[in-house]
C-alpha cells in the first residue's frame, strides 16, 4: 500500500496525469494541430509553475497551490464549455457573462459535457504529490536552483516572444491561439493593450472606408411600398431558415409562416446572423443600428452610453412612436438602460405584462402577442413596434400540453425533437398574431417584418449535427447553422420574390427603410439594402473566428488558430469545397470592416456626428 501510495504521488505519476488532462482539454477545443508541442509546453510551464510554489516559504503555500491549480483546472473547463457553445474559448473580456448564464441554468446545463468533469480528477494527485515533493530540499537534489533559473529565463523568453509575435511567426500565432496558459495570458496582454491605446484609426479613415462599402442612395425597387403603414419588428428567437417551407413526419413545421410567405412577402433565403458574444443582445443591436458587434461583450453594456442614430430613433423622426415588448425581465442584457438610449419610447418587459402563461424562461409567445394587441390599439398611428420572442430559447422547453407535431420515436426528447416542437409553437403564435391584428383591424395597415436572431442547433455538437444533416439531407455545416431567415410582409403591396443577395443583421435598417420609404443619413451606416443589392458581403464575429465571411456564393472560415493559411470555404448550400486560398482579400474586407465598426464604437463617433 505504501508503495503504491508512492507511486501516485510521484511526480512521473502527477506528470503522466497532467499528460493525459491537457490531452483531453485539446481534444475537447478541436485542437487538431501541433499537438504533441502544444502538451510539451503546457507540461513545461506547468512544471516551472510546480517548482516555483515548491521554493516558496509561505506557510500556506500548499493551500496557495491548490487553489491555484483548481483555478487553472476551472479555466480549463470553462474553456471547454464554453467552445461546445462559442467555438471559441473563454476570454477575461467575458467574465460579464457570469450573470447571464446563471439566468438561464436550463440552458446551461444543457450544453455540459460529462468529459469536461475529467479535467478535475488530477487535483487530489496534484496535491499530494506537492506536498511530498515539492520542499526546497527536494527540489534541490531533483533540479538545482542554478540551473533550473536559466530554464525559467529561457521558458518566459519563449512566452513572451509568442505573445508580442514581433516577427508575426504563423507557428508561434498558432501556439499562441492554441496553447493554454499562453492564450489566456495573450488575452490578458491584448485586453491591456486595447485599453491603454484604444484608438487605432482615425475618423478620416473610417469615413473612407465607409464610403467604400456602402453604396451611394438611389432609386431602388420596393422603395416606399409600405410607405406610410405601421411597421412591426419580430426577432424570432433562435429561428434557423431551414425548417421554413420544411415538411417533418408529412406534417409542415411551420404552416402560418408558410402561408404568409405565399402573398405580399419579401422572403430573403441568404440572410446570416452576424451576433457576437451577446447572443440576442447583439442581433438587436446589429438589427437596428446597422453596426457590426464586437467579440469583447454585449454592445448594450460596453457602449450603453453612446450616441445611437438608429431604427428606432429614424422612425420618431418620421412621426412613429417606438416602444418594444419582450416577455422577460427589463433588465436582462441590459434593455432598460439601452433602450431609451436606443429612441424607444416605451418598453414593456415581463414585469409590465400579465404572467398568465410561461413557457421556458418567460411568458410565453402567444401570450406575449396577445398582450400586445389592446397596446397596438391605444397607440396613435403609426406606430413602429419591435417585438422580441421567447419561446423557442435553448433548450426548448416546452409544456407537452402545447405539443402539437407528431413526433418519431427516436426524436422524442432529443434536442432535434424539441427544438422542431417550440419552433413550430412560435409559427402558431404568429398565426395568432395576423388573426388578432386582423380582428383589432390594424392588419392591412401594418407591415411586418420577421427575422431570426441566431441559431437553435450547434453543427459542433455531434448528435445534432448527425440529425440535422439527415433532415436536410447533406452535411449540417455553419453555412446553414448562420442562415436565419428574414421575411417582410407588406399587405396589399401585391409584392411576391425570393432574394438571395447574402445579407445579415447589419443590413436590415438600410433594407426596411427602403421598404417602408424612409431616407436616412447612411454616415455610420455599415450595411446595405439588400433588395436592391447585386453582391452581398457579412462578415461573422463568433461561432466563426474574426475574418470569416459569407458572399453571395461562399462561405470562409478562418482556421482554427486565428490565421489565413490552412482556412476552408466551401460553396454555400452545397458542402463543395472550394480554394480558400483565393479569397485573401476578402478575408482582410472583412477584418477591415470589423475594425471599423469597432472604431465608431470605442470613440463614439455618432455622438460628435449628431452634434456637429
Not at 530554464?151 to 512566452?159: E, G, S
Not at 442581433?283 to 446597422?290: I, Y
Not at 452581398?536 to 456564393?553: H, I, K, P, Q, R
Request: net charge negative.
Amino acid at each position: 500500500m505504501k508503495k503504491l501510495k508512492g507511486i501516485f504521488t510521484s511526480p512521473y505519476f502527477i506528470a503522466v496525469l497532467y499528460v493525459l488532462k491537457m490531452t483531453l482539454y485539446y481534444a475537447l477545443i478541436e485542437v487538431r494541430n501541433m499537438e504533441t508541442v502544444i502538451i510539451v509546453l503546457s507540461l513545461a510551464i506547468w512544471s516551472t509553475i510546480f517548482i516555483c510554489f515548491g521554493r516558496m516559504k509561505h506557510k500556506r503555500k500548499r493551500f496557495v497551490f491548490l487553489t491555484v491549480y483548481f483555478l487553472f483546472s476551472l479555466l480549463m473547463f470553462s474553456d471547454t464549455m464554453y467552445y461546445n457553445y462559442y467555438n471559441q474559448t473563454v476570454s477575461i473580456r467575458q467574465l460579464w457573462q457570469a450573470k447571464s448564464v446563471a439566468a438561464v441554468p436550463n440552458s446551461f446545463i444543457a450544453t455540459l459535457i460529462p468529459a469536461s468533469f475529467l479535467l478535475f480528477i488530477d487535483l487530489p494527485f496534484a496535491y499530494f504529490s506537492f506536498k511530498k515533493y515539492a520542499t526546497k530540499e527536494n527540489l534541490q537534489k531533483w533540479l538545482p536552483w542554478k540551473k533550473f533559473k536559466y530554464v525559467l529565463y529561457v521558458l518566459t523568453a519563449l512566452i513572451i516572444a509568442m505573445i508580442a509575435n514581433p516577427f508575426h511567426s504563423d507557428a508561434f500565432a498558432r501556439v499562441n491561439t492554441m496553447e493554454f496558459f499562453t492564450n489566456h495570458v495573450n488575452d490578458v496582454y491584448q485586453t491591456v493593450s486595447e485599453s491603454l491605446s484604444p484608438v487605432d484609426m482615425d475618423e478620416k479613415e473610417i469615413l473612407q472606408v465607409l464610403d467604400e462599402v456602402t453604396p451611394a442612395p438611389k432609386i431602388a425597387r420596393y422603395d416606399g411600398v409600405g410607405a406610410g403603414k405601421n411597421l412591426i419588428v419580430i426577432q424570432l428567437e433562435a429561428f434557423q431558415n431551414f425548417v421554413l417551407g420544411a415538411s417533418y413526419n408529412g406534417q409542415e413545421i411551420t404552416p402560418n409562416l408558410n402561408a404568409l410567405m405565399k402573398k405580399d412577402t419579401l422572403y430573403y433565403d441568404h440572410y446570416f446572423s452576424n451576433i457576437g458574444k451577446g447572443n440576442t443582445a447583439d442581433a438587436e443591436f446589429s438589427t437596428l443600428n446597422s453596426l457590426y458587434p464586437v467579440i469583447d461583450g454585449e454592445c448594450y453594456r460596453l457602449y450603453q452610453d453612446n450616441t445611437l442614430i438608429g431604427l428606432p430613433w429614424l422612425m420618431r423622426y418620421n412621426g412613429y412612436y417606438s416602444f418594444a415588448i419582450h416577455g422577460y425581465k427589463g433588465e436582462f442584457w441590459n434593455r432598460e438602460y439601452i433602450y431609451p438610449k436606443e429612441g424607444f419610447q416605451d418598453f414593456y418587459s415581463m414585469e409590465d405584462l400579465n404572467q398568465d402563461d410561461i413557457v421556458g424562461l418567460g411568458i410565453s409567445d402567444k401570450s406575449m402577442f396577445h398582450q400586445l394587441i389592446p397596446i397596438l390599439q391605444k397607440q396613435k398611428e403609426p406606430f413602429f413596434t419591435f417585438a422580441i420572442t421567447l419561446s423557442n430559447h435553448h433548450p426548448f422547453m416546452l409544456d407537452e400540453k402545447y405539443y402539437d407535431l407528431k413526433l418519431l420515436e427516436e426524436d422524442k426528447g432529443t434536442t432535434f425533437g424539441k427544438y422542431l416542437e417550440t419552433v413550430h409553437y412560435t409559427d402558431e403564435a404568429i398565426g395568432q398574431l395576423i388573426d388578432e391584428l386582423k380582428s383589432a383591424g390594424l392588419y392591412d395597415n401594418t407591415v411586418i417584418a420577421m427575422y431570426g436572431d441566431h441559431h437553435g442547433l450547434n453543427c459542433g455538437m455531434e448528435e445534432v449535427n448527425y440529425r440535422v444533416s439527415d433532415f436536410i439531407g447533406r452535411i449540417y455545416d455553419y453555412d446553414e447553422m448562420l442562415n436565419i431567415p428574414l421575411i417582410i410582409h407588406v399587405p396589399g403591396s401585391g409584392v411576391k420574390e425570393t432574394i438571395s443577395t447574402t445579407g445579415g443583421q447589419i443590413d436590415f435598417l438600410p433594407t426596411i427603410a427602403n421598404i417602408m420609404g424612409i431616407k436616412y443619413d447612411n454616415t455610420f451606416v455599415m450595411g446595405q439594402d439588400i433588395t436592391n443589392a447585386k453582391q452581398g458581403f457579412v462578415a461573422f464575429t463568433s461561432y466563426l473566428f474574426e475574418g470569416s465571411f459569407a458572399t453571395n456564393d461562399i462561405l470562409f472560415q478562418i482556421s482554427r488558430e486565428g490565421i489565413f493559411e490552412g482556412s476552408r470555404a466551401w460553396k454555400i448550400g452545397t458542402n463543395i469545397p472550394v480554394d480558400a486560398s483565393l479569397y485573401k482579400e476578402d478575408y482582410e474586407k472583412a477584418l477591415l470592416l470589423k475594425k471599423t465598426s469597432k472604431e465608431i464604437l470605442d470613440q463614439n463617433l455618432i455622438a460628435d456626428f449628431v452634434t456637429h
